[in-house]
């Protein structure tokens, strides 16, 4: 029996934090799971440890406000991390949840954390509080999507509560990650009805890519075409057969163009309800390069997004080396 999945949940009480968690149920996860609540009091206090501070004998006025203030700013992470212990149980009675705060920087405690815990997924909002926790886009969580060893869901409020079908796009280029990211969404329950839209960017780094790792040398224009067209049919069909057993509704998009405004523009018009991309692309070339395309994709997509890296073999059956490579 395989060990349950493992959540690491940022958790700031702002919007955003509250939109993730709200999404939660939206993303196909497991009945039975461990979760780890952690909010994080963006102040300085030394460890529990370590003995108190020498302070003079008479301690400025300055110095016993800004104790206090830190003290009470760990107070109120406490109470945000069980408040988001009790929400999350409402939704996953099953689940293990635990609650824990710290005094850190934000992006560095949950990346800590992270490397502590190890967990499969990290969990975020897509902005945050400016007085503690800034979990914000571009600064906190940028950081931890560079940063962490695991996947990272960026949560924005989904626009239906109930068991509706979802629109779920995977942004596919060949690599392992962007395979990690169909493994993902295949490994999950989603509602009766849910589909799925495979997209492909073909952009001058991709035909480089398939350049040096994919087409024959030597050969005509004609024929390199048809290796190419060749090579994303065999791709999408490797990536669309995982999801069709299970039982998902599959279509294709191929097109031309830079990544992250394809996938931008395709999961608008489509009203995707969430994204899974990989951290890294193609080898050579990194098309889904953090700083790039994922990390762009997570700051502005309007729905959920998810960065997959791979972190177990991918058990995937491959019906082609080539479409895999």
Known sequence: MSDPMKVLIAYDGSSGADAALADLPRAGLPRVAEALILSVADVFLPPQSSPAPAFPAQVPAAVQRAWAQATQAVEEARALALQA????????????????TCADAPAWAVIKQADTWQPDMIVMGSHGRSAMGRLLLGSVSHKVLTEAHCSVRVGRRPYQTDEAPLHLLIGVDGSADAEAAVHAVAMR?????????????????????????????????????ETESTWVSDLVEAMAAPLRTRGLTVSSVVTEG???????????????????????????????LLGSVSAAVAARAHCSVEVVRTSRKICLDRTSEVALG
């Open 85 to 100: 212990r009790a929400h999350v149980l409402t939704a996953f009675p099953a689940w293990d949840v635990r609650a824990e």
């Open 258 to 288: 830079d990544p992250k405004h394809v996938l931008l523009n395709e999961a608008e018009h489509w009203q995707a309800d969430g994204i899974f991309v990989g951290a890294r692309g193609l080898s050579r070339v990194e098309r889904f």
């Open 189 to 225: 329950e989603w509602p009766p009805g849910s589909a799925i839209r495979l997209v492909t960017a073909l952009d001058a780094r991709t035909y480089t890519a398939l350049a040096f790792t994919h087409l024959p040398r030597g050969t005509g224009t004609a024929a390199k075409n």
